[in-house]
């Protein structure tokens, strides 16, 4: 009885010091014994674990959850994160978008699912991501060389999506969420479904989207020297639609934890009929006119498969992990068959591809990674391997770059010591090895070929096999100082990137931009030296944050204009090829935030970035898809109102500057101001909040140019005034 008594009070002992602090008062006899009421006091456990870890990590990482990209809903899941400093998007119509950090994109950049490198054709700058925004939870953004984390390709920085948390034990619930814009009368909606018992889990999603041309706030653009109308503000044929399937499932215990990921995301937008193709004029204005919301040729159809399994186990003082993926990416590009050059007028009848399917890519990737954390006195220190291995196939009538096979392996060390509380020094070492083996491809069609004063006819071949192998070191080195209110830290590394087949061996048209690529075999691994810094100061009502860096690339590769122009393929389009010149970037992104009162608090985001190619054919320009600088003002209203909670009220003045720093055949870009507003809360029903956001993007209408747009080229504004409306209301069975 002694001994009940005794776990009884430790137990409540135990559970009153975790919640509470309380005086304890003498137990006296039981013919004495006096009830006394205490009230006791609360204590608040507070913590920020995007903050922690910025303060940990010598690289400038910045961290956002579901909340803030839906208060920031966007067309795609780039759109919605480009509010932050450093953070642009290749813009293709409203659908769709591409990462762009610091200026640097396509290739040199990398985006992460659920730990598994996210591979699609991203070296197209019509080509958008794959991922479904609903189906993220927290998103971070890596600025700076991340080679040494990742491999090829993060030379530029990374996009690194975390996978979901698992859901609490014996839990059954989920989520209904629902949007509609107005610029191109979209609605869609994500039905999420998820339950675990003690160990066992699973969590679902299904997303589905609708939309339709979208508006611009001028009623004619000009497509180089044509000038098309729009009718009633819309570019024709920009409608598009989605649909998306999740589901993640598993076994979670105290050591060990197993996790099946499945996903495919499937699209198929409209491509603007004005402006694909070397027909520009050539568009039925009155079929197209009909309706907003069909898809009609030009467009392109992509589904992306995902499958993989990571597996997390603990022994002793090590934590290790695994994955395994799969991934198929099947993109078509439709469009009606014009024949260019030498092509034949009339379509053969036995060809292998369809008369209307001018492109075909499908990619196979597997990958498999591995990884062990463990502590050792005071480093804590990560050793991991990836191996990936992708085959690409090709098809349709028109040609730009070959089929190729692709490997890659890379073995890398981390050491994070952590000298005392305020003090943590970084360093990494990763080794690199990849080859790419690209196949022949000959013409379907003949061309007249004169040698010797005798004309006959060919089949031309476009690419021929080659096989090309790359390896480097790659390192980093890193310091952070947090004493107590300011943070510091800077960090100096490398990184490398391999070439990728477009820019070793493309030998066609890209219709998109009315130009002849080619390729280069002789291009070297692209490497990058990168030096960042970061200040940061916190304290009760203000906030500072200063992100300098500097960067220098031996050999960046680029997409040079030449003189000459292409006398097989189409109407005389000049000839672009692929070259290397030494580029210096350096720039900057600055984040405040005041509190006036608890409730109202001023923001300030701003961002600059300097580019300038020091070799080459280029030498003096800038680089392709600079962002000019930018500055946000934004004001931000949370009250405390009844019975809603977390409501908010803000809007936002960007202020984009003048981009006359340009790479020809870029044009320079205006200055631009524009609005946006937003609002939302969550409103209390029983144990859910329903949440509810509204927001009115570009407020004034303003027609204005975005110079990293896909469509920039030819003059074309970005969208209309937007008004946002979302809703998300999450439900829970009782089990």
């Not at 992509?302 to 597996?311: A, G, I, Q």
Request: proline share 4%; with cysteine; glycine share 8%.
């Amino acid at each position: 009885m002694k001994n009940a008594k005794s776990i009884y009070w430790k137990n409540c002992f135990l559970l009153i010091g975790l919640l509470f602090s309380a005086e304890v008062v003498s137990q006296k006899k039981p013919s004495q014994k006096k009830t006394e009421i205490k009230e006791l006091n609360e204590v608040l456990v507070s913590g920020n674990a995007a903050e922690k870890r910025k303060k940990e990590e010598s690289l400038n990482v910045e961290t956002v959850n579901n909340s803030f990209i839906q208060r920031n809903l966007g067309g795609s899941l780039m759109q919605s994160l480009q509010r932050l400093p450093g953070i642009k998007t290749i813009l293709i119509g409203s659908g769709g978008s591409k990462p762009l950090i610091r200026g640097l994109s396509f290739n040199q950049v990398i985006v992460v699912e659920n730990g598994l490198k996210h591979e699609g054709q991203q070296w197209g700058a019509d080509h958008g991501l794959e991922i479904d925004q609903y189906a993220v939870n927290r998103v971070e953004i890596i600025k700076g060389p991340s080679s040494f984390i990742y491999g090829s390709d993060a030379v530029g920085g990374a996009v690194n999506i975390k996978p979901l948390p698992l859901p609490s034990q014996n839990s059954f619930g989920g989520s209904v969420d629902l949007v509609g814009k107005s610029n191109n009368a979209q609605f869609g909606s994500s039905f999420n479904l998820f339950g675990r018992n003690e160990n066992w889990f699973f969590d679902s999603r299904v997303t589905t989207m609708d939309y339709g041309d979208y508006r611009v706030p001028t009623d004619k653009v000009h497509v180089y020297s044509y000038s098309v109308p729009l009718y009633k503000n819309h570019l024709r044929n920009t409608a598009g639609r989605e649909l998306d399937l999740h589901l993640s499932t598993g076994y979670s215990g105290e050591n060990l934890k197993s996790v099946f990921y499945f996903s495919n995301v499937h699209t198929k937008s409209g491509f603007f009929a004005n402006a694909h193709g070397l027909e520009p004029r050539n568009v039925d204005l009155d079929l197209h006119d009909k309706s907003s919301r069909d898809i009609l040729m030009p467009y392109q159809q992509v589904n992306h498969l995902k499958v993989s399994n990571t597996t997390s186990f603990n022994l002793k003082n090590h934590a290790f992990e695994t994955q395994i993926g799969f991934q198929k990416n099947f993109r078509r590009e439709w469009s009606h068959y014009v024949n260019h050059g030498y092509m034949p007028a009339i379509y053969p009848e036995n060809m292998y591809a369809p008369e209307s399917l001018e492109r075909q890519y499908d990619k196979d990737v597997w990958s498999f990674s591995a990884k062990d954390e463990f502590t050792v006195n005071r480093h804590q220190i990560t050793i991991g391997t990836n191996l990936a291995a992708q085959e690409n196939a090709i098809g349709g009538w028109s040609f730009l770059i070959p089929a190729f096979t692709q490997f890659n392996a890379g073995l890398f060390a981390y050491d994070k010591i952590e000298l005392n509380d305020q003090w943590l020094l970084h360093g990494a070492v990763r080794y690199d090895y990849g080859k790419i083996n690209m196949k022949s491809y000959y013409d379907w069609f003949e061309s007249p070929v004169s040698e010797n004063n005798q004309t006959q006819m060919e089949y031309l071949q476009r690419s021929e096999d080659l096989t090309k192998t790359f390896n480097s070191f790659t390192w980093s080195t890193g310091v952070n100082y947090n004493p107590g209110n300011l943070s510091l830290k800077a960090n100096l590394g490398s990184g490398f990137r391999m070439p990728i087949a477009k820019e070793l061996a493309s030998n066609g048209v890209n219709y998109h931009y009315f130009r002849f690529e080619k390729g280069n075999p002789n291009l070297d691994a692209e490497r990058s030296y990168q030096l960042d810094l970061g200040m940061e100061w916190q304290q009760q009502n203000w906030s500072f944050q200063l992100t300098p860096f500097v960067n220098y690339f031996p050999n960046f590769i680029y997409l040079n204009p030449t003189s000459s122009h292409d006398i097989y393929y189409g109407a005389g389009n000049q000839v672009f090829e692929y070259e290397q010149s030494k580029v210096f970037r350096y720039g900057a992104e600055l984040q405040t935030r005041y509190y006036f009162i608890k409730s109202l608090s001023v923001e300030i985001a701003a961002e600059y970035l300097y580019s300038e190619q020091k070799s080459g054919n280029k030498k003096g320009y800038t680089l392709p898809f600079s962002p000019p600088p930018s500055v946000l003002f934004g004001l931000n209203y949370e009250p405390q109102i009844g019975f809603l909670k977390d409501a908010y009220f803000s809007v936002d003045y960007r202020i984009t500057g003048k981009q006359d720093n340009i790479v020809p055949p870029e044009k320079k870009t205006a200055e631009s101001h524009v609005f946006n507003l937003a609002f939302g809360t969550k409103v209390k029903t029983g144990k859910q909040d329903i949440s509810l956001s509204f927001q009115v993007q570009n407020l004034l209408n303003t027609k204005y140019l975005n110079h990293t747009s896909f469509y920039r080229l030819i003059e074309l504004p970005e969208a209309g005034r937007n008004i946002i409306v979302s809703l998300r209301i999450p439900f829970s069975v009782s089990r």
